[in-house]
């Protein structure tokens, strides 16, 4: 399906970014696994290098434009071009009333989580380009269509994703660049471990989730490769919920 292309992941050292990595591989894939976590990154490429696919590991922190760019960079240095990418990576951040929230927190969770999806496309649709055209799959979330008490940064993070997504495929995709969001429901990854180690919390998480369970991280990676491949060729400007039903209460 991917045969040859290469394929860029951010947040790659764990969770949907791994799974993400390991699907593209799968289907042929050279993928670049990025991540400020070295070690875990580290570790998923040799995942990739196990099941016989190709993959290197490059740290970037998508807060930090720069990075952003030398990311890219490095991809085109070590693969030759750039056909696909996923502007996974993002954190949780505090969890607070608007009136009560931190400052920083507001700062760390806008700059990662939405200014990171800006930077990577960025620097990454001028890559694609030069090649006739592209896919980028940026995660948004289930709150990038609802709210959610105590988390105001992450919900407008996310609402911005999609609208970034929305923007930048009117721009682009008439040159051959297909822009698509995925909207995750609550996903068992290492962002809501601490959530799920409380019984209550947990299940409330279950309960409002009418599937009656949360997601697997490979049920997300799923639909990213689809959405970056040319099985989805008409397919751009799109949010993907991907929640067991959660937005459809």
Same mark, same amino acid.
Request: aromatic letters at 6%; charged letters at 20%.
């Given at each position: 399906?991917?045969?040859?292309?290469?394929?860029?992941?951010?947040?790659?050292?764990?969770?949907?970014?791994?799974?993400?990595?390991?699907?593209?591989?799968?289907?042929?894939?050279?993928?670049?696994?990025?991540?400020? $976590?070295?070690?875990?990154?580290?570790?998923?490429?040799?995942?990739? *290098?196990?099941?016989? @696919?190709?993959? +290197?590991?490059?740290?970037?922190?998508?807060?930090?434009?720069?990075?952003?760019?030398?990311?890219?960079?490095?991809?085109?240095?070590?693969?030759?071009?750039?056909? +696909?990418?996923?502007?996974?990576?993002?954190?949780?951040?505090?969890?607070?009333?608007?009136?009560? !929230?931190?400052?920083? @927190?507001?700062?760390?969770?806008?700059? &990662?989580?939405?200014?990171?999806?800006? !930077? @990577?496309?960025?620097?990454?649709?001028?890559?694609?380009?030069?090649?006739?055209?592209?896919?980028? &799959?940026?995660?948004?979330? &289930?709150?990038?269509?609802?709210?959610?008490?105590?988390?105001?940064?992450?919900?407008?993070?996310?609402?911005?994703?999609?609208? /970034?997504?929305?923007?930048?495929?009117?721009?682009?995709?008439?040159?051959? =660049? *297909?822009?698509?969001?995925?909207?995750?429901?609550?996903?068992?990854?290492?962002?809501?471990?601490? /959530?799920? $180690?409380?019984?209550?919390?947990?299940?409330? /998480?279950?309960?409002?989730?009418? +599937?009656?369970?949360?997601? *697997?991280?490979?049920?997300?990676?799923?639909?990213?490769?689809?959405?970056?491949?040319?099985?989805?060729?008409? =397919?751009?400007?799109? !949010?993907?919920?991907? $929640?067991?039903? !959660? +937005?459809?209460?």
């Amino acid at each position: 399906m991917l045969k040859d292309k290469v394929a860029l992941i951010t947040g790659g050292s764990s969770g949907i970014g791994r799974a993400v990595a390991l699907a593209w591989a799968r289907e042929g894939a050279k993928v670049v696994v990025s991540d400020v $976590d070295r070690g875990g990154g580290e570790e998923t490429v040799g995942q990739v *290098r196990t099941a016989g @696919g190709e993959a +290197i590991f490059i740290a970037a922190d998508v807060g930090k434009p720069e990075e952003c760019e030398a990311l890219v960079r490095g991809a085109v240095e070590k693969f030759g071009r750039l056909d +696909i990418a996923c502007n996974n990576a993002g954190i949780g951040g505090p969890q607070a009333p608007t009136a009560d !929230y931190p400052l920083d @927190g507001w700062a760390q969770v806008i700059g &990662i989580n939405l200014s990171g999806v800006f !930077y @990577g496309m960025k620097y990454q649709l001028p890559a694609m380009l030069k090649n006739g055209g592209g896919a980028i &799959i940026n995660m948004a979330s &289930i709150l990038g269509a609802v709210g959610f008490a105590g988390a105001p940064a992450y919900a407008a993070a996310k609402h911005g994703v999609v609208g /970034l997504t929305q923007t930048a495929a009117l721009e682009y995709s008439a040159q051959g =660049v *297909r822009i698509n969001a995925v909207g995750p429901g609550f996903i068992h990854t290492p962002m809501i471990s601490a /959530l799920e $180690d409380n019984k209550a919390v947990n299940d409330m /998480l279950v309960a409002a989730h009418p +599937i009656g369970r949360l997601g *697997r991280a490979e049920e997300v990676a799923e639909l990213v490769l689809w959405l970056s491949s040319e099985k989805a060729s008409f =397919v751009t400007g799109a !949010y993907y919920p991907v $929640d067991g039903g !959660y +937005i459809a209460r």
